[in-house]
T-cell receptor, first 114, second 114 residues
Framework: AQTVTQSQPEMSVQEAETVTLSCTYD???????LFWYKQPPSRQMILVIR??????QNATENRFSVNFQKAAKSFSLKISDSQLGDAAMYFC???????????FGTGTSLTVIP | DARVTQTPRHKVTEMGQEVTMRCQPI?????VFWYRQTMMQGLELLAY????????DSGMPKDRFSAEMPDATLATLKIQPSEPRDSAVYFC????????????FGPGTRLTVT
């Protein structure tokens, strides 16, 4: 089974600054999808951004962008101009191209300091 | 605005009682997932269905947990008998079976077993 590793249990960032959350994964597949989910205190899981492995261009969604390094099996999330509302648990997830199951990391708790 | 719904949102019960959690996936979604989230174990996949058929329930304690999809609009997760260690937040998620789809999560059921 694929494994997803988030090595930073907790991170903090000053409001308006930039922070990068790390994620690595282990797979023997060449085609797959990667996701970042946000879970605020409300517990509702929300998709932040997705990346298709066959696309070389890094995905961006407003202040959120990824650094996808396929050879290194690394998928980090960069949050620019951090806002108080960005405070949440962030989960990295993997899904194979042909499979249905998602594999989640253990999460990184992000604190935004005013 | 299509969303996954879960009932109840909160449940407090005594050890030994039966607990049933319900999930209504988004109309048109053919995959349904059940997750359990605790501080200690993080997000665990319990079971998932595709086209109402169970594909994997290896994450579920078989002796007390059961998951079913009586029809395309309802998924249930049942615990009988419940134990204090089952206290957790249980999430249902749904998605479509092809492409770089995300999982859409419900708001979760917070279960407390005393």
């Amino acid at each position: 089974a694929q494994t997803v590793t988030q090595s930073q249990p907790e991170m903090s960032v000053q409001e308006a600054e930039t922070v990068t959350l790390s994620c690595t994964y282990d797979t023997s597949e060449s085609d797959y999808y990667l996701f970042w989910y946000k879970q605020p205190p409300s517990r509702q899981m929300i998709l932040v951004i997705r990346q298709e492995a066959y696309k070389q261009q890094n995905a961006t969604e407003n202040r959120f962008s990824v650094n996808f390094q396929k050879a290194a099996k690394s998928f980090s999330l960069k949050i620019s101009d951090s806002q108080l509302g960005d405070a949440a648990m962030y989960f990295c997830a993997y899904r194979s191209y042909t499979g249905n199951q998602f594999y989640f990391g253990t999460g990184t708790s992000l604190t935004v300091i005013p | 605005d299509a969303r996954v719904t879960q009932t109840p949102r909160h449940k407090v019960t005594e050890m030994g009682q039966e607990v049933t959690m319900r999930c209504q996936p988004i109309l048109g979604h053919n995959t349904v997932f059940w997750y359990r989230q605790t501080m200690m174990q993080g997000l665990e996949l319990l079971a998932y269905f595709r086209n109402r058929a169970p594909l994997d329930d290896s994450g579920m304690p078989k002796d007390r947990f059961s998951a079913e999809m009586p029809d395309a609009t309802l998924a249930t997760l049942k615990i009988q008998p419940s134990e204090p260690r089952d206290s957790a937040v249980y999430f249902c998620a749904s998605g479509v079976g092809a492409g770089p789809y995300e999982q859409y999560f419900g708001p979760g059921t917070r279960l407390t077993v005393t």
